[in-house]
T-cell receptor
Framework: DAMVIQNPRYQVTQFGKPVTLSCSQTLNHNVMYWYQQKSSQAPKLLFH???????NEADTPDNFQSRRPNTSFCFLDIRSPGLGDAAMYLC?????????????FGQGTRLTVV | GQNIDQPTEMTATEGAIVQINCTYQTSGFNGLFWYQQHAGEAPTFLSY????GLEEKGRFSSFLSRSKGYSYLLLKELQMKDSASYLC?????????FGKGTRLSVIA
């Protein structure tokens, strides 16, 4: 089935050690999003791409970067993870930036920082 | 900006009906979504409302009043597997903004 795939499902990284989370999609959607979700909190949008156009949320820390080398793949890079960055990271896609379209989510990557 | 409020937790009995409310304030409005999220899993789409009124889909219905900035999700014939968080999300002039979710516990 066409879907949004995130790897790995669980990631453990050391404090301050760069880490990359990956997301791929077979839906051929234009838009890809990264959300951060901490325990019992709402998913918080970090950034999104419309094709190659990158849109960073104003309150996303500089520690978070993203790359989208092609339509299918998107990466989240955390340059120097802190304990406060432990969270579930959700990748999602949608067909266009008319925000009325449904977002399809991957299974998420749960990041632990030790 | 956008602000979304929903109750933190609810408990209901198997076979019963439960209504989960959501109020929102948004700049621009392009629709309201409800997502279901089981613990440790990704959100999955339940419903979308952009016009006032009730949308019914099987055991799940969603209602919207744009003038009141209000929506609810109605779950009928509750099953144990309906125990999950239910997230209200608003599409405005920005990508989806989510509420904190309502954790629903279904008890026997």
């Amino acid at each position: 089935d066409a879907m949004v795939i995130q790897n790995p499902r669980y990631q453990v990284t050391q404090f301050g050690k760069p880490v990359t989370l990956s997301c791929s999609q077979t839906l051929n959607h234009n838009v890809m999003y990264w959300y951060q979700q901490k325990s019992s909190q709402a998913p918080k949008l970090l950034f999104h791409y419309y094709d190659k156009d990158f849109n960073n949320e104003a309150d996303t820390p500089d520690n978070f970067q993203s790359r989208r080398p092609n339509t299918s793949f998107c990466f989240l890079d955390i340059r120097s993870p802190g304990l406060g960055d432990a969270a579930m990271y959700l990748c999602a896609t949608s067909t266009r930036t008319g925000w009325s379209t449904e977002a399809f989510f991957g299974q998420g990557t749960r990041l632990t920082v030790v | 900006g956008q602000n979304i409020d929903q109750p933190t937790e609810m408990t209901a009995t198997e076979g019963a009906i439960v209504q989960i409310n959501c109020t929102y304030q948004t700049s621009g409005f392009n629709g309201l979504f409800w997502y279901q999220q089981h613990a440790g899993e990704a959100p999955t789409f339940l419903s979308y409302n952009v016009l006032d009124g009730l949308e019914e889909k099987g055991r799940f219905s969603s209602f919207l009043s744009r003038s009141k900035g209000y929506s609810y999700l109605l779950l009928k014939e509750l099953q144990m597997k309906d125990s999950a968080s239910y997230l209200c999300a608003v599409a405005g002039n920005t990508p989806l903004v989510f509420g904190k979710g309502t954790r629903l516990s279904v008890i026997a």
